[in-house]
């Protein structure tokens, strides 16, 4: 399985560009389209809308010539109207006080206008479904590597109220450990299960993605949120993909190289969800 480290799905490579973005999952990656769904990739910059976000006030500049005249007697005309309203509908110390409200209003309107607040945000997207399948159900255990502290996959996702705002899977190939043999997971994949961390670092998670420079962090800091699920040697998983034989590099003669496996490829990645140590195994959808 390719990496995505820092610096994106580089694969060792130790080059730090910075990851393109699937629209309709958000997977962070450097394919040119999705190792997922197919769909071509953007720069994350692109993906952003503008959105209303409120009221707000902006200066302008004064009018000038025959606008001013028009201004001061309008205010004159409209404060003068105020009082009188004042004075006749509620009595004349409302209108004392209707009148000169109504002018300095008038007169310091002049100088600002009400325009729209608009911001550029990255919108969350629905989860991913859980394909159709038979899983597998087995224990995860470690083939050659891990993707460091004794983690064999791990999903980074960052989350609002309405749905996923990127997502970055780095994993490495494991055993599945099923009760009569043993099945290598591989290729691409998508983890689901239970969060083992949930916080609102999002701005140091951006870092640590390769996309710093987004700035939803600072659009919608407070709703926005970091999940990571993550699979260990060990860990309770249920596996959906297809099998196949394949030959193993390095394990001997030919009949002795080859093993079962499920590949994930583009378009077709493994399902994998981490089961609850005491959890019954989810039945396939659909």
Not at 81 to 87: D, H, K, V
Not at 225 to 252: F, M, N, S, Y
């Amino acid at each position: 399985m390719k990496e995505l480290t820092a610096s994106g799905r580089a694969g060792g490579s130790g080059r730090a560009r910075p990851p393109l973005c699937c629209p309709r999952c958000r997977l962070l990656q450097h394919a040119r389209s999705c190792v997922d769904c197919g769909e071509a990739t953007f720069v994350l910059g692109e993906l952003l809308r503008t959105h209303v976000d409120g009221l707000t006030t902006v200066t302008r500049r004064p009018a000038t010539g025959w606008r001013d005249g028009l201004a001061l007697y309008t205010t004159v005309f409209g404060a003068l109207g105020a009082g009188i309203t004042g004075a006749v509908v509620v009595g004349p110390w409302l209108g004392a006080l209707v009148a000169p409200a109504v002018a300095l209003f008038g007169y310091k309107k002049q100088f600002w206008k009400t325009a729209l607040r608009r911001r550029a945000r990255l919108d969350g997207v629905p989860a991913r479904e859980r394909p159709t399948g038979e899983a597998l159900i087995g224990t995860a255990h470690a083939f050659e590597r891990t993707v460091g502290c004794d983690v064999l996959a791990v999903a980074t996702t960052i989350e609002s109220s309405a749905g996923v705002v990127a997502r970055a899977i780095d994993a490495a190939p494991f055993w599945l450990a099923l009760p009569d043999r043993r099945v290598l997971v591989t290729g691409e994949c998508w983890l689901a299960g239970p969060a083992y961390q949930r916080n609102g670092a999002v701005s140091r998670t951006l870092g640590e993605l390769g996309a710093k420079d987004l700035p939803i962090a600072q659009a919608r800091g407070k709703r926005l949120w970091v999940v990571r699920v993550k699979i260990a040697p060990g860990d309770r998983i249920a596996v959906i993909g297809r099998i196949r034989e394949e030959q193993l590099a390095g394990a001997g003669g030919y009949r002795d190289a080859l093993v079962e496996t499920v590949r994930g490829e583009a378009g077709a990645p493994v399902w994998i969800d981490r089961l609850d140590g005491g959890a019954t195994a989810p039945s396939p959808a659909g």
